[in-house]
């Protein structure tokens, strides 16, 4: 465990009460006590302990092998966001409402930073539209019908969707949706990259 000349650093150089802090977050994370992990790498538990506690400073060796056991590579252990006061789970009220018009697009996550997707709680009113021109945008959307009917255009085809049934596609194709039905169609929707 204490090899010197190959002794792991955190990026930013905090050395390694940052390592040890950081590898009791993804252990937590992973849902693994010390026990079970230590187990899992085949390393005692008290390596597991010291390290988390910043008494020891693995060598790369011994962290891949503990890192084993979750497992993760040592690129991942280090570029994983541990954004510890991230919220992840979101109320009804705390989804902003984007819509400029008669459709509703409530927003999941709207302030979590860097986004990779966007996940949309829709609701289009009877004749609702996204309007007369086609949408084109980079990335890829899906979304599955909760209630009502929709009719999704995408490309040359169209199709009116209702309970359960659902889209997928590559969002550079000109598209568009309109509910033709006398109900409120509800959908839950997702695009990547984050459109918003």
């Known amino acids: 465990m204490g090899n010197v000349e190959s002794v792991i650093r955190s ?5 390694t009460d940052d390592v040890g802090s950081r590898l009791k977050s993804v252990r937590k994370m992973h849902g693994l006590s010390q026990r079970e992990l230590a187990k899992r790498a085949g ?3 008290a390596t597991i ?4 506690q910043g008494r ?3 060598s790369i060796g011994s962290l891949k092998k503990v890192l084993g056991g979750i497992p993760m590579s040592l690129a991942e252990f280090f570029t994983l966001q541990l954004d510890h006061n991230a919220q992840v789970f979101f109320r ?17 996550g709207a302030d979590k930073r860097r986004r990779q997707m966007s996940i949309f709680y829709e609701i289009y ?13 980079d990335g890829e959307e899906g979304g599955i019908i909760v209630s ?27 598209h568009r949706f309109r509910n033709p039905g ?4 509800v959908l839950v929707t997702a695009n990547s990259p984050a459109s918003v």
Do not use: W
């Open 56 to 58: 020891v400073s693995p």
């Open 92 to 108: 009804a009220t705390e989804m902003p409402d984007l819509s400029t018009g008669p459709n509703q697009y409530r927003l999941l």
């Open 125 to 137: 009113p009877p004749g609702g539209d996204t309007g007369p021109e086609l949408l084109r945008h």
């Open 182 to 185: 006398d109900l409120d169609c």
């Open 49 to 52: 302990s010291l390290i988390e």
């Open 43 to 45: 390393v005692t538990n």
């Open 11 to 15: 990026p930013d150089g905090k050395g």
């Open 148 to 174: 009502g009917r929709l009719e999704v255009t995408v490309g040359g085809e169209c199709a009116v969707l209702g309970l359960g049934d659902g889209y997928y596609f590559n969002s550079r194709l000109p």
